[in-house]
């Protein structure tokens, strides 16, 4: 008899084997698993769903009220690993964007949110509310995994929407609210990962070796490099979410996530002298908006009011 009762497990069917082949085949091509797309397919069919979200009280009972019905909780992931390829001719430690770096966090996020997207689509929804995501480098920097999950509402105050596109949005259920009463639409997620490498001057360099009690490393200043870093990482990625916004006729974006990480790097030239170069990576996340697409629903938001109490 085996220790404790424990019993050798059953090794995986043909069938099992076959299926197992067949979702890698899915996600390799950018989809999901045929048993999600299975149970989402089901939920489509029902009209009064039974579902999962990650709305608070609050939020769900404004979405009602706006219209929107809460279907699923849906979500997308994916996991790149950074190419040796990627980076043939790129200078490591030159000042300027580094593509190599940039793409396995670009590609993961679209590839997580076009599964967020199926994983709607396929549920019968309109739009996905209430988007967060969370996101990690695993091992060397380049090496990235990003989910994103949301719920999924169906449009019960337009039903057109869907023939504009699925709307989705990192937006909570009450901001959702608010920008239907003012005839807002979601046009849909916009975001960009820029990483540039900074290489500092001889001067920078000299403060960043020196130390002591009398060396340049014993006072404060601005490695101004580095800051700049920031600035140019910024209106990098910046300008890439309004060329996504542009492309999705918005005509405002409301930014849910700007962040940034510096990782710093050095290597030694010959005689050991040690020059210093720094990663900056800007993460930018929003929701790009149509001001005025749709007369205000459920109804406009009133106009502010000042009450004075002069009994008090």
Known sequence: MPLFGSRKPEPPTEAERRAVEVDLERIRTGGIPAGAEERLRRLSSVAEPFFTSDLSVKEYALAEASGLQPVAQVMGSSVVRQGWYANAGVGYYQTGAVPGLEEPWNLSRDRAFARLAQEADLAGCDGVIGIE???????????????????????????????????????????????????????????????????????SNWVMNSSGIFGAGSQN?????????????????????????????????????????????????????????????MNVLGTALRLGAHPPHPAPLPDPTLTLDLNR
């Open 221 to 281: 200043m601005e490695i101004v490099e580095i800051s700049r870093g920031v600035y140019q990482a910024r209106a990098r990625a910046m300008a890439e979410v309004r060329r996504q916004a542009e492309a999705v006729q918005a005509n405002d974006i409301v930014i849910s996530r700007l962040a940034h990480t510096i990782e710093h790097r050095e290597y030694e030239q010959i005689g050991g002298y040690r020059m210093h170069f720094f990663y900056v990576t």
């Open 133 to 203: 995501m969370s996101g990690r480098a695993i091992g060397d920097p380049g090496n990235t995994e990003l989910v994103v999950f949301g719920t999924g509402v169906r449009d019960r105050a337009f039903p057109d929407r869907r023939r504009r596109g699925l709307g989705m949005c990192t937006l909570t259920g009450q901001e959702v609210d608010k920008l239907r009463r003012i005839g807002a639409e979601v046009c849909g997620v916009v975001g960009y990962t820029a990483v540039i490498c900074v290489q500092l001057s001889a001067g």
